[in-house]
């Protein structure tokens, strides 16, 4: 059974400060990552994915992995009353059976004006 | 580039009956995956489809089924349904099954209710 596990928060940061989220997986053979943002009544929206272990910055993302630890965060730096959302992470399994992403089930960011 | 396309959004059956869902992949996407979205379970897996065929599937009751067609295009059915089968229903597109790393793009949903 793959899992991923995320703080369900609310994870409350104040304007400009930096946010950081964390997952924690379950599966060895996991290779790819990905961070989704979800609005209320919206879908997830893909923002970040990561196959190598370090970081990977895109604007004021970064995704960081450690597969020897089975950890990955995402930060969000300069953090804006609109990145305030529930965020995913995802993580695919690669090989025979592969079955999806498995995704946590999100992060509820609120980031205070 | 259109997005992913679902239709209908909204849907509101009888217990008992049956739904079919459909999916429009980003076009040159080739992959098509449903997942079911609920406040207690999360996003769960439903099933995978590559190339018109079924690659992988979730822990779900035989009631839920899928296809792919010869465009990419899916639909998912739902049949003999059950007041616990109210959720959100997302498709996602990508190029590549799941399995090989690809990213895959969401659609917008199709909230079912079942009463």
């Known amino acids: 059974q793959k899992e991923v596990e995320q703080n369900s928060g609310p994870l409350s940061v104040p304007e400009g400060a930096i946010a950081s989220l964390n997952c924690t997986y379950s599966?060895?053979?996991?290779?790819?990552f990905f961070w989704y943002r979800q609005y209320s009544g919206k879908s997830p929206e893909l923002i970040m994915f990561i196959y190598s272990n370090g970081d990977k910055e895109d604007g004021r993302f970064t995704a960081q992995l450690n597969k020897a630890s089975q950890y990955v965060s995402l930060l969000i730096r300069d953090s804006q009353p609109s990145d305030s959302a529930t965020y995913l992470c995802?993580?695919?399994?690669?090989?025979?059976?592969?079955?999806?992403?498995?995704f946590g089930k999100g992060t509820h960011l609120i980031i205070q004006p | 580039k259109a997005g992913v396309t679902q239709t209908p959004r909204y849907l509101i059956k009888t217990r008992g009956q049956q739904v079919t869902l459909s999916c429009s992949p980003i076009?040159?996407?080739?992959?098509v995956s449903w997942y079911q979205q609920t406040p207690g379970q999360g996003l769960q897996f439903l099933f995978e489809?590559?190339?018109?065929?079924?690659?992988n599937k979730g822990n779900f009751p035989g009631r839920f089924s899928g296809r792919q067609f010869s465009n990419s295009r899916s639909e998912m059915n739902v049949s003999t349904l059950e007041l616990g089968d109210s959720a959100l229903y997302l498709c996602a597109s990508s190029l590549g099954p799941a399995g090989g790393g690809y990213e895959q793009y969401f659609g917008p949903g199709t909230r079912l209710t079942v009463t």
């Open positions: 995802a993580v695919a399994y690669s090989g025979g059976g592969a079955d999806g992403l498995t």
């Open positions: 599966d060895r053979g996991s290779q790819s």
């Open positions: 489809y590559f190339s018109e065929t079924q690659r």
């Open positions: 076009s040159g996407h080739r992959s």
